[in-house]
Protein backbone atom coordinates (compact mmCIF):
# COMPACT_ATOMS: atom_id res chain seq x y z
CA UNK A 1 0.00 0.00 0.00
CA UNK A 2 1.30 3.25 -1.09
CA UNK A 3 1.78 5.48 2.02
CA UNK A 4 1.81 9.11 0.33
CA UNK A 5 0.00 9.06 -3.04
CA UNK A 6 -0.14 11.59 -5.73
CA UNK A 7 -1.69 12.25 -8.60
CA UNK A 8 -1.06 13.01 -11.69
CA UNK A 9 2.41 11.23 -12.14
CA UNK A 10 2.60 13.42 -15.09
CA UNK A 11 1.22 16.21 -15.99
CA UNK A 12 1.76 17.94 -19.01
CA UNK A 13 -0.28 21.61 -20.20
CA UNK A 14 -0.09 24.62 -21.71
CA UNK A 15 0.53 27.81 -20.77
CA UNK A 16 -2.09 29.89 -18.98
CA UNK A 17 -4.23 26.62 -17.97
CA UNK A 18 -5.17 25.65 -14.29
CA UNK A 19 -4.03 23.09 -13.06
CA UNK A 20 -4.52 20.44 -10.01
CA UNK A 21 -1.93 18.02 -8.15
CA UNK A 22 -3.62 15.70 -5.66
CA UNK A 23 -2.23 13.92 -3.05
CA UNK A 24 -3.25 11.31 0.04
CA UNK A 25 -1.62 10.09 3.10
CA UNK A 26 -2.76 6.71 4.67
CA UNK A 27 -0.02 6.87 7.88
CA UNK A 28 -2.24 8.75 9.91
CA UNK A 29 0.38 11.88 10.40
CA UNK A 30 -0.70 15.09 11.37
CA UNK A 31 1.11 17.11 8.85
CA UNK A 32 1.90 17.38 4.81
CA UNK A 33 3.91 19.28 2.33
CA UNK A 34 4.33 20.17 -0.67
CA UNK A 35 7.84 20.47 -2.11
CA UNK A 36 9.54 21.86 -5.54
CA UNK A 37 12.04 20.03 -7.25
CA UNK A 38 13.51 21.79 -10.31
CA UNK A 39 15.90 20.68 -12.98
CA UNK A 40 19.01 20.52 -11.41
CA UNK A 41 17.09 18.77 -8.62
CA UNK A 42 17.26 21.54 -6.33
CA UNK A 43 14.13 21.18 -3.37
CA UNK A 44 12.58 23.48 -1.78
CA UNK A 45 9.71 23.41 0.31
CA UNK A 46 6.20 25.49 -0.75
CA UNK A 47 3.77 24.81 2.03
CA UNK A 48 3.18 22.62 5.15
CA UNK A 49 0.05 22.07 6.71
CA UNK A 50 -1.05 20.42 9.91
CA UNK A 51 -4.25 19.41 10.51
CA UNK A 52 -6.04 21.60 8.52
CA UNK A 53 -4.11 24.28 9.17
CA UNK A 54 -1.27 26.87 6.99
CA UNK A 55 1.82 26.64 8.97
CA UNK A 56 4.49 27.03 6.51
CA UNK A 57 3.98 29.23 3.61
CA UNK A 58 7.37 30.24 1.80
CA UNK A 59 7.99 32.85 -0.69
CA UNK A 60 5.54 31.40 -3.51
CA UNK A 61 3.84 33.13 -6.00
CA UNK A 62 -0.36 33.34 -5.48
CA UNK A 63 -0.92 31.73 -8.06
CA UNK A 64 -0.18 28.32 -6.07
CA UNK A 65 -3.20 27.98 -3.95
CA UNK A 66 -2.75 24.71 -1.35
CA UNK A 67 -5.91 23.49 -0.15
CA UNK A 68 -6.13 20.43 3.01
CA UNK A 69 -10.10 19.40 3.14
CA UNK A 70 -8.88 16.84 5.80
CA UNK A 71 -5.54 16.04 7.56
CA UNK A 72 -5.52 13.07 4.78
CA UNK A 73 -5.43 14.90 1.70
CA UNK A 74 -3.40 18.26 0.65
CA UNK A 75 -3.92 19.47 -2.84
CA UNK A 76 -2.19 21.92 -4.88
CA UNK A 77 -3.77 24.22 -7.70
CA UNK A 78 -1.67 26.38 -9.63
CA UNK A 79 -3.33 28.95 -11.71
CA UNK A 80 -1.93 30.59 -14.87
CA UNK A 81 1.17 28.35 -15.74
CA UNK A 82 3.66 29.40 -16.54
CA UNK A 83 7.10 27.90 -18.91
CA UNK A 84 8.85 28.75 -15.07
CA UNK A 85 6.78 26.49 -13.12
CA UNK A 86 7.74 23.37 -14.76
CA UNK A 87 9.08 20.96 -12.22
CA UNK A 88 8.59 17.95 -10.24
CA UNK A 89 6.04 18.46 -7.25
CA UNK A 90 6.81 16.10 -4.09
CA UNK A 91 4.10 15.70 -1.60
CA UNK A 92 5.43 14.37 1.75
CA UNK A 93 4.04 13.56 5.07
CA UNK A 94 4.98 13.38 8.76
CA UNK A 95 3.87 13.40 12.57
CA UNK A 96 3.25 15.89 14.43
CA UNK A 97 4.22 19.08 13.26
CA UNK A 98 8.42 18.94 13.83
CA UNK A 99 8.85 19.06 17.71
CA UNK A 100 9.93 15.62 17.88
CA UNK A 101 11.79 15.59 14.77
CA UNK A 102 9.63 12.86 12.95
CA UNK A 103 11.12 12.51 9.21
CA UNK A 104 9.35 13.03 5.99
CA UNK A 105 7.31 10.50 4.17
CA UNK A 106 7.58 11.33 0.26
CA UNK A 107 5.35 10.76 -2.34
CA UNK A 108 6.69 9.16 -6.01
CA UNK A 109 6.05 13.23 -7.22
CA UNK A 110 4.22 14.68 -9.98
CA UNK A 111 6.43 15.78 -13.03
CA UNK A 112 4.74 19.24 -14.29
CA UNK A 113 5.74 20.33 -17.71
CA UNK A 114 4.22 23.40 -18.91
CA UNK A 115 4.67 24.18 -22.87
CA UNK B 1 19.64 31.10 8.61
CA UNK B 2 20.06 27.69 8.45
CA UNK B 3 21.70 26.00 5.44
CA UNK B 4 23.76 23.09 4.12
CA UNK B 5 26.08 22.91 1.39
CA UNK B 6 26.91 19.35 0.25
CA UNK B 7 30.20 20.12 -2.40
CA UNK B 8 30.16 17.42 -4.78
CA UNK B 9 28.07 17.28 -7.11
CA UNK B 10 29.20 13.44 -7.93
CA UNK B 11 31.16 10.56 -6.00
CA UNK B 12 32.38 7.32 -7.52
CA UNK B 13 33.23 4.60 -5.55
CA UNK B 14 33.53 0.85 -6.57
CA UNK B 15 31.41 -1.75 -5.13
CA UNK B 16 32.81 -3.18 -2.33
CA UNK B 17 34.55 0.14 -1.09
CA UNK B 18 33.96 2.76 1.59
CA UNK B 19 31.53 5.75 0.92
CA UNK B 20 31.55 9.14 2.18
CA UNK B 21 29.16 11.91 0.74
CA UNK B 22 29.91 15.50 2.66
CA UNK B 23 27.70 17.62 3.85
CA UNK B 24 28.75 20.95 5.91
CA UNK B 25 26.01 22.94 7.96
CA UNK B 26 25.41 26.26 9.13
CA UNK B 27 23.08 27.05 12.09
CA UNK B 28 21.95 29.15 14.66
CA UNK B 29 21.81 27.14 17.66
CA UNK B 30 21.36 23.36 18.18
CA UNK B 31 21.62 21.21 14.50
CA UNK B 32 18.95 18.97 13.20
CA UNK B 33 20.42 17.19 10.64
CA UNK B 34 18.92 14.33 8.12
CA UNK B 35 20.14 12.42 5.18
CA UNK B 36 17.75 11.50 2.66
CA UNK B 37 17.83 9.06 -0.75
CA UNK B 38 16.17 9.57 -3.79
CA UNK B 39 15.88 7.10 -6.21
CA UNK B 40 15.31 7.49 -10.19
CA UNK B 41 11.80 8.91 -10.09
CA UNK B 42 10.97 8.28 -6.66
CA UNK B 43 10.10 10.45 -3.68
CA UNK B 44 12.91 11.04 -1.22
CA UNK B 45 13.31 8.25 1.53
CA UNK B 46 14.33 9.20 5.13
CA UNK B 47 18.33 7.54 5.91
CA UNK B 48 18.83 8.99 9.63
CA UNK B 49 18.89 11.78 11.58
CA UNK B 50 21.22 13.39 14.34
CA UNK B 51 19.72 15.44 16.82
CA UNK B 52 21.63 15.46 20.11
CA UNK B 53 23.39 12.49 21.51
CA UNK B 54 26.27 10.06 19.90
CA UNK B 55 27.74 11.78 17.19
CA UNK B 56 27.79 8.37 14.89
CA UNK B 57 24.29 7.87 13.47
CA UNK B 58 23.41 4.35 12.09
CA UNK B 59 20.69 4.39 9.90
CA UNK B 60 18.88 2.56 7.36
CA UNK B 61 20.50 0.36 4.75
CA UNK B 62 23.62 0.21 6.28
CA UNK B 63 24.41 3.69 6.09
CA UNK B 64 26.38 6.01 9.27
CA UNK B 65 26.58 9.74 9.89
CA UNK B 66 29.08 11.22 11.54
CA UNK B 67 28.24 14.72 13.35
CA UNK B 68 31.35 16.61 14.14
CA UNK B 69 30.25 19.91 15.82
CA UNK B 70 33.66 21.70 15.26
CA UNK B 71 34.03 21.05 11.76
CA UNK B 72 30.43 21.79 11.27
CA UNK B 73 30.26 19.06 9.21
CA UNK B 74 27.95 15.13 9.04
CA UNK B 75 29.40 13.39 6.51
CA UNK B 76 27.30 10.20 5.35
CA UNK B 77 29.24 7.13 4.99
CA UNK B 78 29.35 3.54 4.34
CA UNK B 79 31.86 0.44 5.08
CA UNK B 80 31.18 -1.30 1.81
CA UNK B 81 29.01 0.20 -1.16
CA UNK B 82 26.74 -1.95 -3.53
CA UNK B 83 25.85 -0.81 -6.92
CA UNK B 84 22.25 -0.54 -5.61
CA UNK B 85 23.14 2.74 -3.47
CA UNK B 86 23.84 4.33 -6.82
CA UNK B 87 21.48 7.41 -6.07
CA UNK B 88 20.66 10.88 -5.27
CA UNK B 89 21.63 12.08 -1.39
CA UNK B 90 20.38 14.60 -0.21
CA UNK B 91 21.62 16.39 3.57
CA UNK B 92 18.84 18.25 4.74
CA UNK B 93 18.84 20.68 8.26
CA UNK B 94 16.03 21.65 10.03
CA UNK B 95 15.08 25.22 10.53
CA UNK B 96 12.63 26.65 13.00
CA UNK B 97 10.34 25.14 15.08
CA UNK B 98 8.22 23.15 12.32
CA UNK B 99 9.58 20.69 10.42
CA UNK B 100 10.58 22.48 8.11
CA UNK B 101 13.50 21.08 6.20
CA UNK B 102 16.53 23.07 4.23
CA UNK B 103 18.22 20.64 1.93
CA UNK B 104 21.14 20.55 0.49
CA UNK B 105 21.99 20.79 -3.92
CA UNK B 106 22.21 16.97 -3.26
CA UNK B 107 25.30 14.77 -4.15
CA UNK B 108 24.89 12.01 -7.09
CA UNK B 109 26.69 8.58 -5.85
CA UNK B 110 28.09 6.45 -8.59
CA UNK B 111 28.74 2.61 -7.73
CA UNK B 112 30.67 0.85 -10.08
CA UNK B 113 30.60 -2.67 -10.17
Known amino acids: DTAVSQTPKYLVTQMGNDKSIKCEQN?????MYWYKQDSKKFLKIMFS???????INETVPNRFSPKSPDKAHLNLHINSLELGDSAVYFC??????????????FGNGTRLTVT | AQSVAQPEDQVNVAEGNPLTVKCTYS??????LFWYVQYPNRGLQFLLK??????LVKGSYGFEAEFNKSQTSFHLKKPSALVSDSALYFC???????????FGAGTRLAVHP
Open chain 2, 27 to 32: VSGNPY
Open chain 1, 49 to 55: YNNKELI
Open chain 2, 50 to 55: YITGDN
Open chain 1, 27 to 31: LGHDT
Open chain 2, 92 to 102: AVKSGGYNKLI
Open chain 1, 92 to 105: ASSRGTGGDNSPLH
